[in-house]
């Protein structure tokens, strides 16, 4: 009992002052949920603008802000508070949408009604693994159709592993547009750590994400001066993503170029007390960005991501990618008062930051005052995750996420066996030859070369109906081509995946995430950096691209292999294979590589993509097909989808059903004429009997009528008649 109030205690802290959450007791088999999807406008409360001032929001039409009441945060999606409404996507009225807060085990049933007015939508449960419910997964024309303006849809799995995930949309760039949430999965066990949810994200406060998209293939302008790309510290590039500024769970400022000017909007605030320890479940919800996090004052001790829980690490600060989540706890040890959360893009020669506000008990409501941590030779700044080996900062040191391990010793890397495993080298680039219309970086998207083909169906359950297979020589070396790139896996085998970003097509770290599984990271790679200075310089050598191109810059490289023949078949030297920290999305470093491990036990077909969403929208995304055969049955009534005219396969079943449906009305029709002349049969002998039985009944009738008038007759003439005299009734022996 005391186990059972001290969670649910817990969870009241979970979710108070930060954001609305869906909280499922541990005592429930089942959880329920409802999700309905529309659009809202920012710094509206219902028909009403506000403006913000003092970390407050007030009515569009007050003058005097000392005396008027501020307006509940709550009641208004504020963003960064500039003061043109946007138009967002929100689930629930919400911005971020609700947390949900299960416990592992349960049983999830989400209830999901679409009511854009122009868009479809889809929910996918990232770090989720699906087992069982593959068409679950929510990847449209992948596991399911997209949920059609005022269609529902129920999603139903269990809540499996336990951890920091979140859910969000997978249809376009309805993500980034606001449909997002945590999605927490708690142990059944007693804790005295508060959790704390921080989702955070890039903002244009001007253009939803579909313009976004849009102008990053066509244009990017401010005014008339065409806006240049931001460079990574490590002098890779940003794709053509224009931000105004960072939020935190939905809440932000728009800096002046001074970064130091604000309008004043509110932001979120941590409430904590002093001696206590708080987990922080932070997740990477971005459009494009790496963030670097860090607490001002406070020690941040890393104990798990994206699920899975890691030795501690003590740090400063670390970087997250959007699809990433990172667990770190604190303990509030400092002396009572107001600090900043800070979280600041990577970008060289630009600062955008986002703000929270870690707010001790008793602490006046206040912005803080505080400082980062000066690095210096007595006290280096470690930063956990860098994207890179050289952070160009005095006395801070990069901690890759390789240099992890994994907090429990019993889930070694699957081993490599001849014969029962396979290697694949995944090349998730930008190659091109030529300028390509239509795309993000000036060509498509691709892994090997191949940029997605997205089906017109639901493959998973309609395989017959799509095919576009990635041929040669159309996909060959250094060539392009569009199809629908697929792995074949399966039979509880080994897969050893290379990822890379290498060749003609490098200069884009991109944070690749996998669904259906949470792979094991083996080893990392990068490429070659300037000593001085930490900007790229070339690839890394232990891969050698091939290909009829021998000048590496020039090569797509989309047949790749080990540089050194000794490494294959699972032989690369210093793999950590005990206490492999695992990860269902890691950042592929420009010019380098990561070794993956998964195990091939579960049957779905799983989408593995970039979670830069302009990069996947633009092609660079395939499948994993795993053990088709063995996918289980999706339930009865499951929604199929396809184009129209149909494919040459469904005209056939639709021609099969036409004539089974013929053929059945003619054998109707044949047996309706047979019962009828039956049935006539029948009827026109019951009518012969019963016209028998009545001339019967007729006849002995007038028998016995004739009968009863000669015996009841007088006769008086006696015998001298020659008749009977009728004895009838003789009354005097009555």
């Not at 629930?92 to 049933?109: D, S």
């Not at 400022?253 to 409430?271: C, F, K, M, S, W």
């Not at 459009?287 to 690490?313: C, E, N, Q």
């Not at 090349?427 to 219309?437: C, H, L």
Request: overall charge neutral; aromatic content about 10%; proline content about 6%.
């Amino acid at each position: 009992m005391c186990r059972r109030v001290l969670i649910n205690v817990l969870i009241v802290a979970f979710c108070s002052g930060i954001l609305q959450a869906e909280v499922c007791k541990i005592d429930m088999k089942e959880c329920v949920f409802h999700f309905e999807v529309e659009h809202r406008l920012t710094m509206m409360r219902g028909k009403t603008l506000v403006f913000p001032h003092g970390g407050n929001v007030f009515a569009y039409d007050v003058s005097d802000t000392s005396t008027a009441e501020p307006i509940p945060h709550d009641e208004v999606i504020t963003a960064d508070g500039w003061e043109n409404p946007r138009l967002v996507s929100v689930v629930n009225g919400q911005f971020p949408g609700p947390n949900i807060i299960v416990f592992e085990g349960q049983q999830i049933v989400v209830h999901v009604k679409n009511k854009l007015n122009s868009h479809g939508v889809t929910i996918h449960w990232h770090g989720l693994h699906q087992v069982g419910t593959p068409w679950m997964d929510g990847v449209p024309f992948v596991t399911q159709c997209p949920i059609l303006p005022g269609q529902s849809f129920t999603y139903r799995f269990k809540a499996s592993p336990k951890g920091t995930f979140w859910w969000h949309s997978h249809a376009g760039a309805q993500r980034t547009m606001g449909v997002y949430g945590a999605f927490i999965i708690k142990e059944r066990t007693e804790t005295t750590t508060e959790d704390l949810i921080m989702q955070i994200t890039d903002w244009n406060h001007d253009m939803d994400s579909d313009t976004d998209h849009a102008k990053m293939i066509y244009g990017v302008y401010d005014g008339r001066k065409k806006w240049n790309p931001s460079q990574s510290l490590d002098s890779s590039f940003f794709s053509m993503l224009l931000i105004h500024s960072l939020l935190i769970n939905g809440r932000g400022r728009y800096y002046q170029e001074n970064n130091i000017d604000h309008n004043g909007a509110p932001l979120t605030v941590y409430n904590v007390k002093s001696g206590n320890k708080y987990r922080f479940r932070v997740i990477g919800t971005g459009a494009l960005y790496p963030f670097r996090i860090s607490i001002d004052s406070h020690t941040l001790t890393v104990v798990a991501s994206d699920g899975y829980d890691l030795k501690p690490v003590e740090t400063e600060s670390f970087v997250i990618n959007p699809g990433e989540r990172f667990d770190f706890e604190i303990t509030a040890n400092q002396p009572v008062g107001n600090y900043w959360i800070r979280g600041i893009t990577l970008e060289k020669g630009r600062y955008r930051r986002a703000d929270a506000i870690l707010r001790y008990e008793t602490a006046t409501a206040s912005d803080p005052k505080t400082n980062r941590q000066q690095c210096t030779a007595a006290k280096t700044c470690l930063v956990l995750n860098c994207p890179f080996t050289y952070y160009p900062e005095a006395y801070t040191e990069c901690v890759t996420f390789d240099q992890l391990k994994s907090a429990v010793n019993d889930d070694p890397a699957p081993v490599f066996e001849p014969g029962m495993s396979k290697e694949y080298f995944l090349n998730w680039a930008f190659p091109g030859v030529k300028p390509y219309p239509g795309s993000v970086n000036g060509h498509p998207g691709s892994v090997n070369g191949r940029d997605f083909h997205t089906p017109d169906v639901n493959p998973l359950l309609q395989p017959k109906e799509w095919s576009s297979p990635c041929k040669s020589p159309e996909c060959g070396d250094d060539r392009h081509c569009l199809c629908t790139h697929a792995l074949e896996i399966g039979g509880g085998d080994t897969i050893q995946m290379v990822l890379m970003n290498m060749g003609m097509g490098k200069g884009w770290s991109h944070p690749i995430h996998m669904h259906g599984h949470s792979f094991y990271v083996l080893k990392m790679g990068y490429g070659n950096y300037n000593s001085s200075t930490g900007a790229i310089q070339g690839d890394n050598s232990d891969i050698d691209c091939r290909g009829p191109v021998t000048d590496p810059k020039k090569s797509f490289c989309n047949n790749a292999t080990w540089s050194n023949a000794a490494w294959l078949n699972g032989r690369v030297p210093r793999l950590e294979l005990n206490n492999p920290p695992r990860k269902d999305t890691i950042i592929v470093p420009t010019g380098g590589y990561v070794v993956i491990r998964i195990k091939a036990d579960n049957p779905g077909l799983w989408n593995m993509h970039c979670h830069i969403e302009l990069h996947s929208m633009d092609g660079m995304l395939m499948l994993l097909n795993e053990s088709f055969t063995e996918i289980p049955s999706a339930p009865k009534g499951f929604p199929d989808c396809h184009s129209y005219p149909p494919s040459p396969y469904r005209m056939n079943l639709i021609s099969k059903a036409e004539e089974h449906q013929q053929a059945q009305e003619a054998s109707d029709s044949a047996i309706t004429k047979e019962k009828y002349h039956v049935l006539l049969g029948l009827l026109i002998a019951v009518l012969s009997l019963q016209t028998i039985l009545v001339l019967c009944i007729f006849c002995v009738c007038l028998k016995k009528t004739k009968s009863s008038n000669d015996k009841y007759t007088l006769n008086t003439n006696g015998a001298k008649n020659g008749g009977n005299v009728n004895k009838g009734f003789n009354m005097n022996k009555l």
